[in-house]
């Protein structure tokens, strides 16, 4: 059974950067397709990046198209999300998820907020 564990958030300042990590266990990391959502309050939960099981294919949300970068790293089981020139309506809960099979797993989600 896959796990995904979020961590990399925090409070920062407009114009500051994060990086998101996604460590992933139970499951062949290089099998796993990763996406990464969020979700301000009270507005839905939106698709913010796709990368592949290899790494060959990345796909962004415009929102974030030229500010974010997802990348994996196999030796750690990891998938990061590089946020570049955070803006306050970045604010939100950030999770990562896979699907195995047709069935989604996300983990708890990382908190990120952007205030000065």
């Known amino acids: 059974q896959v796990q995904l564990v979020e961590s990399g958030g925090g409070l920062v300042q407009p114009g500051e950067s994060l990086t998101l990590s996604c460590v992933a266990s139970?499951?062949?990391?290089?099998?796993?397709?990763v996406r990464w959502y969020r979700q301000a309050p009270g507005k839905e939960r939106e698709f913010l990046a796709f990368?592949?099981?290899?790494?060959?294919?990345?796909e962004y949300a415009a929102s974030v198209k030229g500010r974010f970068t997802i990348s994996r790293d196999s030796a750690k089981n990891t998938v990061h999300l590089q946020m570049n020139s955070l803006k306050p309506e970045d604010t939100a809960i950030y999770y990562c998820?896979?699907?195995?099979?047709?069935?989604?797993?996300w983990g708890q989600g990382t908190q990120v907020t952007i205030s000065s």
């Open positions: 139970g499951f062949t990391f290089d099998s796993l397709d």
């Open positions: 998820s896979t699907r195995i099979s047709g069935i989604d797993t």
């Open positions: 990368i592949s099981n290899l790494g060959g294919i990345r």
